[in-house]
Structure formats: C-alpha cells, structure tokens
C-alpha cells in the first residue's frame, strides 16, 4: 500500500511558477513509476507528465513540454513537478499518481495503469 500527499498548489499570475511536490509513504517508492496528472472543471483528467522508477526516463504532454519538468528523490520518496511559464489554461487540480512496473526505465501515460493516487491539489493562474 502507497500513500501519496499532493502540496504545492496555489494561485499565481500567468508567466510565473510553481512546484508540487508528492510524498509517499512506504519504503517501496523506487519501485513505482510515478505520474503527474490533472483535471480541469467539465474535462476529463489528462496526463502532464511521467517519470520511470529511476528517474532516468521521463515524458510530457505536448502541452507542457520546455515548461514543465517531473523530478524525484527515491532518498526522500518524493516526485516533484517544477512548473514554468504558467498560462490559464494549466489551471486544474494536479494528481501524481504511482504504478508498480516492473520496467526500472518504463512509464505510462494512461490513468487506468496507475495504482494509487494523491488527494490532488489545486493550481489556478490569473491572466
């Protein structure tokens, strides 16, 4: 069992940023891919953003690459997401999510492959 805790979220200006952090509890997190998602009232919840259980593979929605950047420390059973250049249309509440692979550099972007969720917390930027 992994407990996630979302922090980080919070209002701010377009152009400025943010960092969410995610702490696991449980001394298995090196054994999970970790992911960053959200979801925008009325949409459904999209992937932002993944990182394989060693940290050394990542992927980004189209829509945040060069803005945004998953990170993690097994040490501190943390994943973070630096967010960057923030427009309106980032405003959502943010998930990470954890999935048990197997592979020590493979990740997923599909919701349903994901074991265990944070409580999500919410971004909103002000144009």
């Known amino acids: 069992q992994v407990q996630l805790v979302d922090t980080g979220g919070g209002l701010v200006q377009a152009g400025g940023s943010l960092r969410l952090a995610c702490a696991a509890s449980?001394?298995?997190?090196?054994?999970?891919?970790m992911g960053w998602f959200r979801q925008a009232p009325g949409k459904e919840r999209e992937f932002v953003a993944g990182?394989?259980?060693?940290?050394?593979?990542?992927d980004y929605a189209e829509s945040v690459k060069g803005r945004f950047t998953i990170s993690r420390d097994n040490a501190k059973n943390t994943v973070y997401l630096q967010m960057n250049s923030l427009i309106f249309e980032d405003t959502a509440v943010y998930y990470c999510?954890?999935?048990?692979?197997?592979?020590?550099?493979?990740?997923?972007?599909?919701?349903?492959?994901?074991?265990?969720w944070g409580q999500g917390t919410q971004v909103t930027v002000s144009s």
């Open positions: 999510a954890a999935d048990r692979a197997i592979s020590p550099v493979g990740l997923t972007t599909t919701p349903t492959s994901y074991d265990y």
């Open positions: 449980g001394r298995t997190f090196s054994l999970y891919a």
């Open positions: 990182i394989s259980r060693s940290g050394g593979s990542t």
